[in-house]
């Protein structure tokens, strides 16, 4: 519920409903109602074939029990969260738990084509929007009227309350992301940013809450502490080992033994959160630092041994962060790479060249040579390829850039 009062400001969050699992659930329909994990390699790719009897295309899907490797599952449908599934948890242990869910692999063209879609739904009805990510944003609805189908002509004075007009706005959002994309979402309406991230979560999945400052106590400080976001999992461990276990116990804290055990900006951060204070603008544009692209290997790969896949593969990250700077209109010139070897030790090299870039030759032959600054004497469990000191390819007269493929010549040479 709300109350008498209207904020000054209404701030939407915007969550997308398990959005890798129910993208694939577009494609892969006869999926509904089962537990999938999405995370596989392309190797866990559904197998098509025709069935003699009947002549149909029948699917046949891998599942968790075969799985053998080392990822992490990246999303789960909810059906397979009730099992214990979920997100960052290594594909092993969730075949232990689900031995019969079906593997999915990612596939992010598909993600990021309905992100664009589910956000461009959006803008047609609230132009303030904050990109979060792939699957999540921030919007402004303070003196968003409602679109004129979604009013009531019987009652013209509902929109003079402004927490239902908001909520007629949110209907509307939930409704355009849904024609848009065919996949639901929850929105949280409250008077600012941090509130309604939290209050995104509590009635998932297809949810629409409203958050006032006088739900706080009720909806809020019943909640585990590490549901602020800001609240990390080391600073959770720490407020739990100090007896404060919710956000409420947080509320009750002392804010000077807050500051003096967390200093004086977190301390006094974690008490206005606590009280569901937050004055943060919803910013509709930021410029990027960095563009890059990383893969976690299913098993760590040897250098010498899988030489010619770790070569295919750092290509390929090459050409996508190549892809993703021209898409958004990037150039840069500061190119970098990422190693993580079988013992987790992660190693990263940077090299600035002379003249800003968005070429794909150009990011390989330039982490080639960040690669011949790192000893390769472990095997490799994941890589990564980074470009940053960006600026806006229309701004640089000065480019290098070749606009070839890149070269598959292999970098992992002993």
Known sequence: MTDGHAPSRFIAHLDMDAFYASVELLRYPELRGLPVAIGGGRRHEPRESIDPATGARVREFSVLRDYIGRGVITTATYEARK????????????????????????????????????KAAVRTIATEVEDRGIDEIYIDLTGVDPPPESRCAREPSVDDDPWQRAARVAKAIKAAVHAATG?????AVAPNKLLAKIASELDKPDGLTLLAERDVP??????????????????????EALGIRTIGDLAQADPAWLVQTFGAHYGAWLHDASHGRDARPVVTFSEPKSISRELTFDRDLDVKRDREALSRIFTDLCE?????????????KTIGLKLRFDNFKTVTRDCTIARPTQD??????TAGECLKRVSLTRRIRLL????????????VADVAATLHPAKTASLFES
Not at 183 to 187: A, D, G, T, W
């Open 320 to 332: 996508g962060v190549s892809d993703d700077l021209r898409r958004k209109g990037y150039v840069g």
């Open 83 to 118: 099992l214990g599934l979920g997100s960052a948890m290594g594909l092993m242990k969730a075949a232990a738990l689900a031995p019969d869910a079906i593997l999915l692999p990612l596939d992010f063209d598909a993600y990021r084509r309905h992100s664009r879609l589910f």
């Open 218 to 239: 009720r909806r809020i400080w019943p909640l585990a502490a590490r549901k602020i976001n800001g609240v990390g999992p080391k600073s959770a461990a720490r407020l």
């Open 384 to 395: 990564g390829v980074r470009v940053g000191a960006l600026h806006h390819e229309t701004e």
């Open 360 to 365: 794909a030759q150009t990011i390989r032959r």
């Open 183 to 187: 996949l639901s979402c929850s929105i």
